[in-house]
């Protein structure tokens, strides 16, 4: 008997240490790599979750959500980019994932102007990747909402 409850114990044990080495159920998965972003990208529909639309006057300190419908974003390997307005001017940027956010993988960019160096720029934007095959890709921009968040949901395709 006294056996027994020496290797109910140890097996206790076992599995206490076993569990507190492991990753949290929440752990950051880096399920989304770098190159499934590279490319040309065009922002098919923005759609709103927990939001009303008319209550989103502009994004990025640009335009209204909708005006960027139909837009394109291109992202090279070095963390360069542009997004063009269908029917306004193009932006430089400068990109890049973050992994270790408790919302998930963020996509995080920064406006540049001329003679701006991405290092020294600290307003940037940061969008909650939702999903990114390499083909279709959906972002999706956390709005405060009192003590709520609602989304601005980007839908893209290459």
Do not use: E, H
Not at 6 to 26: D, G, Q, R
Not at 31 to 50: A, E, M
Not at 112 to 130: C, E, P
């Amino acid at each position: 008997m006294k056996k027994i409850f020496s290797a109910a114990i140890a097996i206790v044990a076992l599995c206490f240490i076993i569990t507190s080495c492991a990753p949290p159920k929440n752990a950051i998965s880096d399920s989304v790599p770098r190159d499934n972003f590279i490319g040309v990208w065009k922002l098919n529909t923005v759609t709103y979750d927990g939001l009303m639309p008319a209550a989103i006057q502009d994004v990025f300190n640009q335009a209204p959500p909708q005006d960027f419908v139909g837009s394109t974003w291109q992202f090279t390997n070095s963390g360069n980019g542009t997004y063009s307005l269908l029917n306004g001017p193009s932006q430089n940027i400068f990109w890049s994932i973050y992994y270790r956010d408790p919302r998930g993988t963020l996509f995080q960019f920064k406006k540049l102007y001329v003679g701006d160096k991405a290092q020294n720029v600290k307003l940037g934007y940061k969008l909650i990747i939702a999903s990114n095959d390499g083909t279709d890709m959906v972002l999706k921009s956390p709005i405060a909402i009192g003590n709520k968040t609602g989304y601005i949901v980007y839908s893209f395709s290459k």
